[in-house]
């Protein structure tokens, strides 16, 4: 018995709904008399739940144990919606609650697998020794051909040091590591490439720096993550600078792969040119930089930037050479005004700061058909309802909205074509082919205002992100 409803709750400026990220079941014990399998349902959706599922998995003459699958909005959510169960009738006794998130977290999501039989001796003598010696001496030899005989042609170190962890803050590596697993099962999901999550015990930038250069020969490339700016920006430069595998930060350049994908496809329903649009951005940290930055490359040549202390403007502090570069490349007419007066006649507003830090009016006066992609997780930078209203395109970071910008539709496929091609340097070229590609995965008969950023599901998407960059690196060569 399958139920299927959508719940909205006002929380300050912001509609929130249920997610299957909150989902939980609920056993329930209930005398037969008490129709159980149709009051407990009512009183869960009166409480706000979003019911998926009812299952018996006892049943008697006088009583029956029922399942009951739902999505919440968080976990107090949750426990209202098992008291009121549990005052719907006396006759009904909530046994358990199962968080369904934590259950699949259980033991972690990973596992390692081998690729080659074990069954015999001579199995046994082939994989291990006496004959991996000849692999050895081999590699000794001309140490290229680790990529052909080891994994490290096919893997990539997931690197964090908690400090940036989602919108969560520092958190330090061992909470980290449920992210840096879960990117690990999307790169093996969406591109078949092999990751390891890498958590690291300092936030020192020497050191983390170090570790990475001395863990380096067993991967054929390295995803940084979570790593709070402006450290993230020194830490990947000077990795670069001296790895000969790629390195990526994907905090920065896989949003930015991404958000450009979504524009182009949005300017084009709106029919405008990039190099003729005025945006604005909010949140001046790694995401922000980047993006900027490959929109720049792309054509762009008008933006106004803020941070949490207000606009970028030529008399701003340059702490760092990316917040110098944010400096030099934006605000050109060195205005110092608020976010409100910056938003007026603005065609493109792109938000990755905090929540509800622009208004509806904000939207209204924006250009017409402007496009606004607040991605700022879990609460956007405006309730996407209330920027519906003025702007004729909206995007968010949200898999409950339309036009989700995701991260996951840029980097499986980046590092697939990465590793193909034996890349040890990746170009700005080959994040704008990989924009593009993401974006001409969306057909003209598809494009529309709800529809301007393919699915992460979309098996077309992994292999062009993968042969766009193989393309420019094979070209390189």
Same mark, same amino acid.
């Given at each position: ?9 006002? $929380?300050? +400026? ?5 997610? &299957? #990220? ?7 014990? *209930? =005398?037969?008399? !008490? ?85 015999? $001796?001579? +199995? ?5 020794? &006496? #004959? ?7 590699? *000794? =030899?001309?140490? !290229? ?85 402006? $450290? ?246």
């Amino acid at each position: 018995m399958i139920f299927r409803t959508v719940k909205y709750e006002k $929380r300050g +400026d912001f509609v929130s709904t249920t997610s &299957p #990220g909150y989902g939980i079941t609920i056993r329930v014990e *209930a =005398a037969t008399h !008490s129709s159980p399998t149709s009051l407990i349902p009512a009183a869960m959706v009166r409480a706000g739940a979003t019911l998926t599922a009812l299952d018996v998995v006892e049943s008697h003459h006088d009583r029956v144990v029922v399942d009951i699958t739902c999505d919440t909005r968080d976990a107090n959510h949750a426990d209202e919606i098992s008291a009121a169960i549990s005052a719907a009738s006396s006759d009904f006794l909530v046994k358990k609650v199962s968080d369904r998130t934590f259950l699949m977290h259980l033991g972690g999501k990973l596992e390692v697998a081998s690729r080659v039989p074990l069954k015999n $001796r001579d +199995d046994l003598s082939r994989a291990y020794t &006496p #004959g991996v010696a000849r692999i050895c001496l081999a590699i *000794a =030899a001309d140490k !290229s051909d680790a990529r052909r005989l080891t994994i490290k042609r096919n893997t990539v170190a997931v690197v964090s040091d908690g400090s940036a962890i989602l919108g969560l803050g520092n958190l330090g590596p061992e909470a980290a590591m449920p992210v840096m697993e879960g990117k690990a099962v999307l790169f093996k999901r969406f591109a078949n490439v092999d990751a390891w999550p890498i958590c690291l015990d300092t936030q020192d930038t020497e050191e983390i720096i170090r570790t990475v250069q001395l863990i380096a020969p067993g991967f054929g490339g390295i995803n940084l993550e979570d790593i709070s700016a402006p $450290r993230c920006f020194e830490i990947e430069e000077r990795l670069k600078a001296t790895l000969d595998i790629p390195v990526f930060h994907d905090d920065q350049h896989g949003t930015a792969i991404v958000v450009l994908a979504a524009l182009l496809n949005a300017l084009r329903i709106v029919d405008k040119d990039i190099a003729q649009i005025r945006v604005v951005l909010i949140g001046a940290g790694a995401a922000g930089t980047a993006i900027l930055k490959l929109l720049f490359l792309s054509g762009l040549t008008h933006a106004t930037v803020f941070d949490s202390k207000g606009i970028v403007h030529k008399d701003s502090p340059a702490q760092n050479p990316m917040r110098a570069w944010l400096i030099a490349n934006t605000n050109h007419d060195n205005k110092v005004h608020s976010i409100s007066q910056a938003m007026k006649g603005a065609d493109v507003f792109i938000g990755v700061s905090a929540p509800n830090v622009i208004t509806e009016a904000d939207v209204a006066s924006m250009a017409k058909d402007s496009i606004v992609f607040a991605m700022s997780n879990p609460d956007p930078e405006i309730d996407p309802a209330l920027a519906h209203k003025h702007a004729r395109i909206v995007a968010t970071g949200r898999s409950d909205y339309p036009n989700q910008i995701n991260n996951v539709l840029a980097f499986p496929g980046l590092f697939r074509g990465l590793l193909d091609a034996g890349v040890s340097k990746i170009t700005d070229e080959m994040l704008a082919a990989a924009a593009r590609a993401i974006a001409q995965c969306v057909s003209s008969q598809q494009l529309n205002e709800s529809f301007i950023i393919p699915s992460v599901f979309d098996p077309a998407v992994s292999p062009a992100v993968s042969d766009a960059v193989f393309a420019i690196a094979t070209k390189r060569k």
